[in-house]
Nanobody
Framework: QVHFVESGGGLVQAGGSLTLSCSASGSTSSFNGIGWYRQVPGAERELVAAISPYGGRKYGDSVKGRFTIVRDNAKNTVTLQMNMLKPEDTAVYYC???????????????WGQGTQVTVSS
């Protein structure tokens, strides 16, 4: 089992910033990547950003240039800095452990509980 602690969601005006944090513990050794996904009602979860233990990063097209993911390997923690937020960034954001390779990020079966991000116009 994997246990996640997520924090940092909330309400912000368009153009503002938020920082999300995710810490994973437990049976994490099978995974080398940590990612953030987001989901709105009626839609599938989409990748926001993911990072490997060596600093490799992958971003969803809609957040490139605005969001930055950083990882602390010693603490198995990632931080997602979200800048220039838009109303369309409104969603529930989920942390995930998965596999990061040169071909991309492959989500694993364990997900955090989710944190709501709401961007008002």
């Amino acid at each position: 089992q994997v246990h996640f602690v997520e924090s940092g969601g909330g309400l912000v005006q368009a153009g503002g910033s938020l920082t999300l944090s995710c810490s994973a513990s437990g049976s994490t050794s099978s995974f080398n990547g940590i990612g953030w996904y987001r989901q709105v009602p009626g839609a599938e979860r989409e990748l926001v950003a993911a990072i490997s233990p060596y600093g490799g990063r992958k971003y969803g097209d809609s957040v490139k240039g605005r969001f930055t993911i950083v990882r602390d390997n010693a603490k198995n923690t990632v931080t997602l800095q979200m800048n220039m937020l838009k109303p369309e960034d409104t969603a529930v954001y989920y942390c995930n452990l998965g596999l990061f390779s040169g071909r991309g990020y492959y989500p694993g079966e364990f997900w955090g509980q989710g944190t709501q991000v709401t961007v008002s116009s």
